[in-house]
């Protein structure tokens, strides 16, 4: 996970170069292409009113027509794109284990991690076992000390621990990495969890505290009674962490979360640990000067340390061991794991296959070593080259809307071409890859594999410390569907992934559709990440620095905070929208739907106005957009993104910034009255 990015997962069919070519042909045959978008607007629902529900009129079709599979918490575009990945590294980690490797190779890596991911006899054997020296470890502290020294080893095997910890650019000084603390310690996905009272929420805490930590601790060797009284203890001690941890939306303001002091300093918040030796046995070495994101937490941590008992706090940290290794473990500690995490939490039926799983695993660890495979064997250059056109036609558009704002003045505008100007696309895979020579991979134990694996990443990312900045490192693998903005890079990173279609589309598809879900709702939208409400007080060389007159910095977020009262009214079951912990993914579509818009307008095709399948250009505009989201989800999972996501559910992200968009009432003939009718005073217009 890249601290401090604007992430997200792009829910659409990527665009390849077949489909780039119809932006530069106009469309192609006009035979062909009544056929592609007779294809690819089947989804539409007739008997729903786009003025009413225009996500559902646009999508509702396949929403009834594809249930959502048993191991899947939703199910959409984005899932079919997702398992056709898989298709493909399985077979790149078919080939590795029938090639005759060298030892110490990318091959030989990939090969024995599949097969050790694979061997599920071997698995089961083992049981708990890979995890007798860590637990043993865990025995043996005696002391407050000792239980430190303990956080800093788990922080090395990548196990989650009161100390959360990586190094990352200083926001304030792009050019230099700084270790950075941030609050964690918890078990559920997030602190409110604990203490909302919402249905969800009321229902997750009590399977959590008193069915799911049961069953681990008597996984790990408790008998009933013991395992009660460690899992009532262990929820303490996680609810404790939980209130004195920020909410959602209050992470996401950068000054609020900057806090630069002097390690000498970090004994003011937490004098109960030492933290240079901590620091050091984390293996960050001559560390001065450190950022703590949410200080109180860390005054919780130390409050903490003296009100539980060591005990305590032992079994804690082994339910975090465990916990962490059970999808690596045998079945019992598997299939509790997926009962909690999938089941509950996200409404999933069944697990993945075991292929699919240990490749995700993978993927996840040892992505670079995949990805050299992947571009050379998926991903041509042409497709690149064209991608990167249309990011460059995308940036001229946005430009040309800066320049017609009438809220933001001259001297604002002037460093708001500058930024734009400077704004880098990574676009398909990395110019150099990372070095996993040093990671030793064998076929005897998976979880150990994966362990290993952590801590070869933990070490690279504090190798980071005290060299300058690698502005050409990506934060994805090529083969990751999803894309990113970095504020302190200022830069959009679109992996090659994105760029795949599982056959649904063709060349013919016509640039209405192109513009709606690839320049608009992937391009544009991670441009004008640079530009939301967090991205926007970075300057061009990513840093956080005010570059904004005070009047336009006061005149945008007087447009912000429309939005978030838009949001905010949102109500999904007894939940709402948290308008301001999305407030930056929801400034992201809105600006990428108008930018992509203006985009289309300058082609031939928008010009010509010619119908297709009877539906005008703008229309498959806002369709094409809505396809992007085409999906749907589980109850669970609904509620479950409803609290820990800045994103809004995906049929939110169509519906909601369409009624700010002037063309969208035009094209569908909305009217007063209708349910998706907005009064013309309350669309929100930032960029």
Known sequence: MIKKTNTRAIA?????????????????????????????????????????????????RWTKENPIPGAYSSWGIGNVVQNDLRDKLKKINEDALEASAAKGSNTQKIGDFYFSGMDSVNIEKQGLAPLKDEL???DKISDTKALVAEFAHLATIGVPNPISTYVGQDDKNSSKMMLQLYQGGIGLPN???????????????????????PIVYKLIGLDAAAAK???????????????????????????????????????????????KSTLAGMDYKMVDTVIVGQPEYYKAVNEALSKFTLADWKNYLKKNLVGDASPYLSKAFDDENFRFFGMALYGRKEQLPRWKRVIDTENGLMGEVLGQIFVKAYFPEKTKERYVKLVEDMRTTFKEHIERLDWMSAATKEKAFNKLAKVMPKVGYPNHWK????????????????????????????????????????????????????????????????????????????????????????????????????????????NLKAWWTPQDSAKFTQRAEMLVKQFDGYKIGDQHINGKATLGENIADLGGIVIGLDAFKKTQQYKDGKTINGLTPLQRYFL????????????????????????????????????????????????????????????????
């Open 136 to 138: 043993a470890l865990i």
């Open 191 to 213: 602190r409110d969890y604990y203490f909302n009272t919402d249905k969800h929420s009321v229902d997750i805490r009590t399977d959590y505290q008193q069915k799911h930590l």
């Open 12 to 60: 659409i069919f990527a665009i390849a170069a077949s489909l780039l070519s119809a932006c530069k042909n106009g469309g192609g045959d006009q035979a062909k292409l009544y056929a592609e978008n007779d294809r690819v607007f089947k989804n539409i629902d007739t008997a729903a009113k786009p003025g009413d529900d225009f996500f559902l009129y646009a999508n509702g």
């Open 229 to 275: 009284a460690a899992a009532d203890k262990t929820y303490e001690l996680e609810k404790f962490l939980a209130s004195n941890s920020r909410k959602l939306e209050d992470l996401r303001d950068p000054y609020k979360n900057y806090n630069k002091m002097a390690v000498d300093d970090l004994g003011k918040l937490a004098p109960a640990i030492d933290w």
């Open 435 to 542: 070095d996993y020579s040093s990671l030793t991979i064998d076929r005897s134990s998976y979880a150990q594999n994966v362990m290993r694996a952590s801590v070869f990443l933990h070490h690279l990312n504090a190798d980071k410390l005290g060299k300058p900045v690698d502005r050409t490192e990506w934060g994805m693998t090529p083969q990751t569907y999803n894309a990113y903005y970095n504020p302190s890079n200022n830069e959009i990173v679109l992996p090659a992934a994105i760029f795949m279609i599982p056959g649904a589309l063709d060349e013919n598809i016509d640039d209405a559709v192109v513009y709606g879900y690839a320049a608009a709702s992937t391009i544009g939208h991670e441009i004008t990440h640079g530009f939301d409400d967090q991205g926007r007080q970075y300057d061009a060389q990513g």
């Open 624 to 687: 094409g957009y809505a396809l992007g989201w085409l999906g749907h989800d589980r109850p669970e999972a609904l509620s479950s993104q409803l609290l820990s996501d800045v994103h809004s559910p995906g049929f939110m992200r169509v519906n909601g910034p369409f009624t700010d968009v002037d063309e969208f009432y035009q094209a569908f003939g909305i009217k007063k009255g209708d349910k998706m009718w907005l009064d013309p005073a309350k669309r929100v217009k930032i960029w």
